[in-house]
């Protein structure tokens, strides 16, 4: 049986690295505009197994921050 050229083996790992260093730089810049550890969110965003659950926190923070910033409703 015939081995697959060693590229198919790193390529879903090159796009997942491409993809979370995008999202690390996102969630930097994201995080000091929430007054967060900077560090620790792009650090977060990297980790393969930790990034998808933590970008549900991401979401829920920004989600938060922005119902925070709009004016109260009057009944």
């Given at each position: 049986?015939?081995?697959p050229p060693m590229?198919?083996?790193f390529a879903p790992l090159v796009?997942?690295?491409?993809?979370?260093i995008g999202l690390a730089i996102?969630?930097?810049f994201l995080a000091r505009r929430l007054n967060a550890?900077?560090?620790l969110w792009a650090v977060l965003s990297l980790?393969?197994?930790v990034?998808?659950?933590f970008m549900y926190y991401v979401g829920y923070r920004v989600v938060y921050a922005v119902l925070?910033?709009?004016p109260p409703r009057s009944a």
């Open positions: 049986m015939q081995q590229f198919f083996g796009l997942w690295a491409v993809i979370g996102g969630n930097y550890n900077s560090t980790i393969p197994a990034n998808f659950v925070d910033r709009l």
